[in-house]
């Protein structure tokens, strides 16, 4: 177990994928290809958030102020944020570029879905199945630095302070039972739009890659920022368990990992 560093970190959050599974009537929209098969939640930590945040504004303005790019249909929206499943493919370019120099971590919970086992662990309650990946996320990773400060990107009625607070909980407790050692850093808490916050962004482009992987087998994205994301944890990939985490030196690779179902 590593010691606690008196040090400040900041830690950005974010989902990719749905946690939905059942439509109206008890359709399983998966099985029919209309919702994702899986719903990951990560963040990315960073000790200085403002220097990323402004290289990451100068980027957009320069982006915005493009001739080549004037008049592309989702230049709108980039203006706004940078978001990975949106903007065009010349601007996903200069965005993954830039974050491959930056000096970031990322960490990574996928739960492949699956009707019967979010039934019987999660009441296929979506509030319910955040909250517990969260726990999972942070599990071995908050004892690690005197003042953390945690910035949700806000989803809907799920991701809501209280509930966020009660996922932190857990992880500090499972961390307690594990070592029998006490969590006393100070830990804040905060729900953002990702619009307002630059450094969602970054985590939403890194849970894009990791998205794609497992969402359509396109590996070239996630490869390209690996030596960033320093873990992947497939937790429901019961076929491969314990072997279900990788890192940039065991990375993610479809000759490892089970083929995905849906």
Same mark, same amino acid.
């Given at each position: 177990?590593?010691?606690?560093?008196?040090?400040?970190?900041?830690?950005?959050?974010?989902?990719?994928?749905?946690?939905?599974?059942?439509?109206?009537?008890?359709?399983?929209?998966? +099985?029919?290809?209309?919702?994702?098969?899986?719903?990951? %939640?990560?963040?990315?930590?960073?000790?200085?958030?403002?220097?990323?945040?402004?290289?990451?504004?100068?980027?957009?303005?320069?982006?915005?102020?493009?001739?080549?790019?004037?008049?592309?249909?989702?230049? *709108?929206?980039?203006?706004? *944020?940078?978001?990975?499943?949106?903007?065009?493919?010349? %601007?996903?370019?200069?965005?993954?570029?830039?974050?491959?120099?930056?000096?970031?971590?990322?960490?990574? %919970?996928?739960?492949?879905?699956?009707?019967?086992?979010?039934?019987?662990?999660?009441?296929?309650?979506?509030?319910?199945?955040?909250?517990?990946?969260?726990?999972?996320?942070?599990?071995?990773?908050?004892?690690?630095?005197?003042?953390?400060?945690?910035?949700?990107?806000?989803?809907?009625?799920?991701?809501?302070?209280?509930?966020? $607070? +009660?996922?932190?909980?857990?992880?500090?407790?499972?961390?307690?039972?594990? $070592?029998?050692?006490?969590?006393? +850093?100070?830990?804040?808490?905060?729900?953002?739009?990702?619009?307002?916050?630059?450094?969602?962004?970054?985590?939403?482009?890194?849970? $894009?890659? %990791?998205?794609? *992987?497992?969402?359509? +087998?396109?590996?070239?994205?996630?490869?390209?920022?690996?030596?960033?994301?320093?873990?992947?944890?497939?937790?429901?990939?019961?076929?491969?368990?314990?072997?279900?985490?990788?890192?940039?030196?065991?990375?993610?690779?479809?000759?490892?990992?089970?083929?995905?179902?849906?």
């Amino acid at each position: 177990m590593r010691e606690t560093k008196a040090v400040k970190m900041y830690f950005f959050v974010d989902e990719s994928g749905d946690p939905t599974i059942l439509g109206r009537r008890g359709k399983n929209l998966m +099985n029919e290809g209309l919702v994702s098969k899986t719903f990951m %939640v990560g963040y990315v930590e960073i000790s200085d958030p403002k220097e990323l945040t402004r290289r990451l504004d100068a980027l957009r303005d320069e982006i915005v102020k493009d001739e080549y790019l004037s008049g592309v249909p989702s230049l *709108a929206s980039t203006s706004n *944020a940078f978001h990975a499943n949106k903007d065009c493919a010349e %601007v996903k370019e200069r965005v993954f570029r830039l974050l491959k120099r930056e000096d970031f971590r990322a960490f990574i %919970v996928v739960a492949r879905k699956n009707e019967a086992l979010f039934r019987k662990k999660f009441d296929l309650k979506p509030d319910k199945l955040y909250q517990y990946l969260v726990s999972k996320l942070f599990e071995n990773r908050l004892h690690l630095y005197k003042h953390i400060d945690i910035y949700f990107a806000s989803m809907g009625n799920i991701v809501r302070e209280r509930t966020m $607070w +009660n996922a932190i909980n857990e992880a500090i407790a499972s961390f307690e039972k594990k $070592w029998k050692k006490q969590n006393s +850093n100070e830990i804040r808490v905060f729900v953002q739009q990702s619009s307002q916050l630059p450094m969602l962004q970054v985590v939403d482009y890194v849970l $894009w890659t %990791v998205n794609r *992987a497992y969402e359509r +087998n396109d590996f070239r994205y996630y490869r390209f920022l690996s030596e960033k994301i320093s873990l992947i944890q497939d937790v429901f990939d019961v076929e491969k368990y314990p072997h279900t985490y990788y890192t940039p030196q065991d990375p993610l690779d479809p000759k490892k990992m089970s083929p995905v179902g849906g």
